[in-house]
């Protein structure tokens, strides 16, 4: 039993390990990230042989996600970089989604997101520590609060994540200790949040306090009738200011200080799609767009005459990786996600089940603008953190079926 207890608290201590590097644009430098990576793979390799070969035991996995992590490797094969293809797909993709399988098998739904709740709590801590006493790596030249990270964009993007986790749970809880700490952590993660600058997270942000208050109002209505009659109302509300956005867009940029180009992105898209070419339907291989010294990258870096490390676009990256082929059983995984956490919601009308279809919501759009969810040359958290969703809102449907059919 002894033994038993050590290793569980091991995964949990190395999969929080496993989490906080995976972070988006974290400082690499003085940290070793790729080695501690390492350390982490092997350590779950191990386990994930032995919970497989030695006990016997299978390991829950979804079927959409698996073809799209195959295709990967497979898309290697038509890569110009055979071997840098394959090797990314396997460290960036292939290990990762192992890993997170096996935890999802393994233990309970809640203490994985506990464990994704303390990685928030360590970057916020961290990003504090560096702002205030390292202000030199915490806060950039302009005076963007970039904290733990390289740019205040993936400051933002956490804070943005984990900020809306921690006022979602603030209506979960009933205890008042519980809420006080969670009133705090928000309060802290909602200033890096707008000191950061990033302008795409702090309406994410709005957007995602508002789908809260519309959730927690229409789960509030029993009454049918009423339901619908809000829902009427709120859209009545809702459509006359997205025409007015739109009529009125060139105003809106300058108010949230963005240009037509979204800071250059718009010509970073066109460019990845002159490059595309012939490569639309399968893509250039997993990464191989974005190799040191190739074509399509030293194109793109001419364009821009900077480093541009990935599409800032997900939905484009996904293509340059996959090509329209891999785009479509994305989407297809991202139905089917709706659809399982939809019926969920149906079936428990618990508060805390309408997290996951809020977060992934904001990550489709968040999408659009950054490359977070499958990001090249690198391993996302944003990518194990959905997976825990995914297989969550699949693991609570199964025990539902099974309560009705005893």
Same mark, same amino acid.
């Given at each position: 039993?002894?033994?038993?207890? @050590?290793? $569980? ?7 929080? /390990? ?21 350390? %982490? ?12 070969? %030695? $006990? ?21 094969? !038509?890569?110009? !970089? ?27 739904? $809640? ?13 916020? @801590? ?5 702002? /205030? ?50 009133? !705090? ?44 009659? +809000? ?54 291989? &997993? ?20 480093? %541009? ?8 990256? @996904? ?13 297809? /995984? +991202? ?33 659009? *603008?950054?490359?977070? !969810? ?11 953190? &959905?997976?825990?969703? *995914? ?14 059919? $005893?």
């Amino acid at each position: 039993m002894k033994f038993k207890a @050590i290793w $569980k608290y091991l995964d949990y201590i190395i999969f929080f /390990c496993f989490l906080f590097f995976c972070s988006i644009g974290l400082y690499i430098s003085f940290i070793g990230t790729e080695k501690i990576l390492l350390a %982490v793979y092997g350590y779950f390799l191990f386990r994930v042989f032995y919970y497989l070969i %030695v $006990k016997k035991k299978q390991i829950l996995i979804s079927k959409g996600l698996t073809i799209l992590v195959t295709y990967a490797v497979f898309s290697s094969l !038509f890569s110009d !970089f055979i071997f840098f293809s394959l090797r990314s797909s396997i460290m960036n993709l292939v290990i990762p989604t192992l890993i997170v399988y096996y935890m999802v098998t393994r233990y309970e739904q $809640k203490l994985l997101i506990l464990n994704i709740f303390l990685v928030g709590i360590t970057i916020t @801590i961290l990003s504090l520590f560096f702002i /205030c006493f390292i202000p030199n790596y915490g806060i950039s030249e302009f005076g963007e609060w970039k904290g733990v990270f390289i740019h205040k964009n993936p400051l933002g993007f956490s804070m943005l994540f984990y900020s809306l986790m921690s006022i979602f749970f603030l209506f979960v809880f009933k205890k008042l200790s519980i809420r006080l700490l969670l009133t !705090f952590i928000s309060f802290i993660q909602i200033i890096l949040l707008l000191n950061s600058e990033s302008t795409t997270n702090i309406l994410l942000f709005v957007l995602g306090i508002s789908m809260y208050i519309l959730i927690i109002i229409l789960k509030n209505i029993k009454n049918i009738f009423l339901k619908v009659s +809000f829902l009427a109302i709120f859209l009545s509300l809702l459509i006359p200011i997205i025409i007015s956005t739109f009529k009125n867009l060139s105003q809106v940029f300058v108010v949230i200080g963005k240009d037509y180009t979204f800071t250059g992105r718009t010509i970073i898209w066109e460019s990845i799609a002159n490059m595309l070419n012939n490569h639309w339907l399968l893509g250039f291989g &997993y990464d191989s767009f974005w190799v040191e010294g190739s074509v399509t990258k030293n194109y793109l870096d001419s364009i821009m005459k900077t480093n %541009v490390p990935h599409a800032h676009n997900n939905y484009l990256d @996904i293509i340059a990786n996959f090509g329209v082929v891999g785009l479509l059983i994305s989407l297809g /995984c +991202f139905v089917s996600y709706f659809y399982m956490n939809i019926r969920l919601v149906k079936q428990t009308n618990k508060l805390v089940d309408y997290f996951p279809i809020v977060l992934l919501s904001l990550l489709l759009i968040h999408a659009i *603008y950054e490359s977070y !969810f499958i990001r090249p040359n690198s391993v996302s958290s944003v990518w194990c953190i &959905y997976i825990i969703f *995914y297989l969550g809102i699949k693991i609570k449907l199964n025990k539902l079926r099974a309560k009705r059919n $005893k």
